[in-house]
């Protein structure tokens, strides 16, 4: 235990100073008061006494030698010290005791009792001005009692008494100027007063002040059971309020807000009380959290959340909450934290009066909400009416989740109205029967509870790798595909035999149906995959299929996630029609994303794999991925093989007259064709890296994994955004 020199009296309004001992004074002569104006005593000047002997005041006795050679030894602590002591000992020190007391104090040693009777001289701390004095002579003191008050540097400074006992003298009045180390009051130590040096005086840990209880009922009147009329409306309409979806996706006890005292800004025009109890949070809960932290560590599992309250003013977007929105913002890009916004209400707020702004177009929101892309994922959620300013936040987002009644617009029916382009109510602005199968919305919630799950579920893909997991036998992937070559069959069933079993989170599954894009885990690391579907278009890539699958590739490489492609194509969508849809633009965004991929990524040909569409998925060449592989039913080509026959032997088709013998001769070369192009002979020609049973697929898919090297460690971006579209 460390030991103390002198105790440590306290005060509960301020910073509390100790006193100095004075040696004891038998002759009784005080020290004489100062009033208001008069200077400071003038120091003592040192005796010159004979050489080896101590000088000190008349009465006293010299200190022990042990606590003489103390203060040689801590010399930086007696500089500060504010007690000085006088024992009663007849022990000579080893060398001269310092001539001015004041000057060079030497405490007593470590839990010495003060004797009764024994005198304490309390002396200023530091130079200043007395403000008040509330003892007076004969009056009984305790221990830690306030006995003097100093203003100095416009700061208060309670000096309290350093033992129980009774005042002797008052050497100053309220309004005198003294400098550090002048006697303010003399105090003789009570007979009883049982204060032992360097003892602690017991703190009530249960005490309130006055302004913390102010700041617990402030605290307490954002929460949803201040507002029980509002919680109430709101779940008679089904939903629930902000705090609610903030708690469900936190972990218990491990959100910290951020601005929850803050109000709306439109004390011009309201009452101050109103605000407060109307405004909480000026309509935004927002902070920082731990989500899953059960399964992954604190690091991997905090995350930022911010969530708009409808209940406060629609969930308009005023000053406070801008402000708030940017300080959370430019926290999540120095932590580099995932973000979960939750986007319900309307754009901008134009009833805040108390800023002077005429447009608010310089609002920094939007721009550092925007630079956060690429960066850490970003998941927005909407329930509701998510309308201007919230649904532009949440279209910079990652992945949209919307629960079935959110109706989703970049303006909102009032905008529409003024805009002379109809009247019309909300549920008729973007619901989602229009947001999915544009691709605007990813994941479709039942309700505000599906969306948190869903919403933890998907951060839980880029918090790390998980544990125990369980897969399907691998053996069925070797019946997945039917054995009649235009025979259409389920590629999402086989996804979910090649993943870990209840792994597999769709994206987007409601928009260009002839892609899948999917986040799996194989052997509980997260992998994104990307399909084409028989089922639509003949798996045939379309301008929304590029779209979307190179979106999904961004994604994947900004967050260092391996890509598997799954490849059963005929190649790019042809025709006029087609062309009406600027697909060669969009067909340029697969080769130009493909070739700028970082992580590892691995191609399998489940079936076809014709032409640049075949090329598409592997990242723009069969040698780019880490792997090429084909399972037997694989078949291959150049282009399509009816195209090719057509194309390569027209003449020798048209030399034929007979139709049925024409046909007969054209199903005859496309058998060749597609015997030719079989994985297993183009095998041999080494354009692939291998034929493989379906049932090694995840094991290949594992080797892999493991063989390429960890993503390096970052403090930025690998690429500038990961694009909305």
Same mark, same amino acid.
């Given at each position: ?5 002198? +105790? ?13 001992? !004075? ?25 010159? $006494? ?18 003489? &050679? ?27 005791? %310092?001539? &001015? ?66 005042? @002797? ?32 005086? %017991? ?8 302004? #913390? ?30 705090? *609610? ?28 009380? *109103?605000?407060?109890?109307?405004? +909480? ?18 690091? @991997? ?31 999540? /890009? ?58 532009? #936040? ?14 989703? =617009?970049? =303006?909102?029916?009032?905008?529409? *109205? ?9 549920? /008729? ?7 999915? %199968? ?15 799950? #869903? ?50 989170? /769709? ?6 149906? =002839? ?94 794999? !014709?032409?640049? =569409? ?39 088709? $048209? ?7 024409? /046909? ?9 064709? !597609? ?5 297993? &002979? ?44």
């Amino acid at each position: 235990m460390r030991r103390r020199c002198w +105790p440590t009296p306290m005060s509960t309004m301020s910073v509390s100073w100790p006193s100095r001992l !004075y040696p004891p004074d038998p002759g009784g002569t005080a020290p004489t008061p100062r009033g208001p104006g008069t200077s400071p005593t003038p120091r003592a000047k040192t005796s010159p $006494e004979v050489s080896g002997s101590p000088s000190r005041l008349p009465g006293s006795t010299p200190c022990a030698p042990r606590a003489i &050679n103390r203060c040689s030894r801590s010399s930086s602590k007696l500089r500060n010290a504010t007690h000085r002591w006088t024992g009663r000992s007849e022990m000579q020190p080893s060398r001269p005791w %310092p001539a &001015n007391p004041a000057s060079s104090p030497c405490p007593p040693p470590d839990g010495m009792d003060l004797l009764p009777g024994s005198i304490l001289t309390v002396v200023a701390p530091v130079q200043g001005t007395v403000v008040s004095v509330p003892v007076a002579p004969g009056d009984a003191v305790d221990r830690g009692a306030p006995v003097a008050v100093l203003e100095s540097m416009k700061m208060e400074h309670v000096v309290a008494a350093a033992s129980a006992g009774a005042v @002797r003298s008052v050497a100053v009045e309220p309004g005198a100027l003294v400098a550090a180390g002048d006697p303010l009051v003399v105090v003789e130590v009570s007979a009883d007063s049982g204060t032992r040096m360097g003892e602690e005086v %017991p703190v009530d840990l249960d005490v309130i002040r006055a302004d #913390l209880a102010e700041l617990g009922r402030r605290q307490s009147g954002v929460l949803d059971a201040a507002r029980p009329d509002v919680v109430a409306r709101r779940h008679r309409r089904g939903r629930r309020t902000a705090r *609610e979806n903030v708690a469900d996706l936190c972990d218990p006890g491990t959100f910290t807000e951020y601005g929850s005292l803050a109000i709306a800004a439109q004390r011009a025009r309201r009452p101050l009380e *109103e605000l407060i109890e109307r405004t +909480p949070a000026d309509g935004l809960v927002a902070g920082i959290g731990r989500v899953n932290g059960s399964q992954f560590d604190d690091r @991997r599992s905090s995350c930022a959340v911010l969530s708009y309250d409808y209940t406060v003013l629609a969930g308009t977007q005023g000053q406070q909450n801008h402000r708030k929105k940017d300080r959370l913002f430019e926290l999540i /890009e120095r932590l580099r934290l995932p973000v979960v916004l939750f986007a319900e209400g309307g754009g901008g707020r134009p009833g805040d009066t108390d800023y002077a702004v005429i447009t608010g177009l310089d609002t920094l929101a939007f721009s550092l909400f925007g630079r956060l892309s690429g960066l850490v994922p970003m998941v927005g959620i909407a329930s509701g009416w998510c309308f201007a300013g919230n649904a532009a #936040l949440l279209g910079c987002c990652d992945v949209i989740i919307a629960t079935r009644d959110a109706s989703i =617009g970049m =303006g909102g029916p009032a905008m529409i *109205e003024g805009g002379g382009l109809g009247t019309y109510g909300p549920e /008729e602005v973007g619901p989602l029967d229009v947001q999915v %199968p544009n691709g605007v919305v990813d994941l479709v919630a039942d309700d505000d509870a599906d969306a948190v799950r #869903l919403a933890r579920s998907y951060l839980s893909y880029f918090q790390g790798p998980s544990e125990g997991w369980s897969c399907a036998d691998q053996r069925l992937l070797r019946s997945a595909i039917p054995e009649e070559r235009v025979r259409v069959y389920d590629v999402r069933q086989l996804i979910g035999i090649l993943a870990d079993e209840d792994s597999v989170m /769709e994206l987007r599954q409601g928009f260009a149906g =002839g892609m899948v894009t999917a986040l799996v885990r194989v052997e509980g690391r997260t992998v994104g995959v990307v399909a084409n579907n028989p089922g639509h278009l003949g798996g045939a890539i379309d301008s929304d299929g590029a779209d979307k699958a190179a979106r999904f590739l961004q994604l994947c490489d900004a967050h260092d996630v391996p890509i598997l492609f799954l490849c059963d194509t005929p190649g790019f969508m042809v025709g006029p029609e087609a062309e009406r849809t600027a697909q060669v633009r969009h067909f340029g965004r697969l080769f130009v994303i493909g070739a700028s991929l970082t992580v590892p990524f691995f191609t399998m040909v489940l079936r076809k794999g !014709y032409g640049l =569409g075949a090329q598409a998925m592997a990242g723009g060449s069969f040698r780019s991925p880490i792997f090429t592989v084909a399972w037997p039913s694989g078949e291959l080509g150049g282009m399509g093989l009816e195209g090719a026959v057509r194309l390569g032997f027209r003449r020798e088709l $048209e030399a034929v007259e007979d139709p049925e013998q024409r /046909e007969a001769q054209f199903q005859s070369m496309v058998e060749r064709a !597609y015997q030719h192009g079989r994985a297993i &002979n183009v095998a041999t020609a080494f354009e692939i890296d291998d034929v493989i049973d379906p049932a090694d697929s995840r094991r290949r898919i594992v080797d892999a994994l493991r063989a390429a090297p960890p993503p390096p460690p970052r403090t930025g971006k690998k690429r500038s955004c990961v694009d909305t579209w």
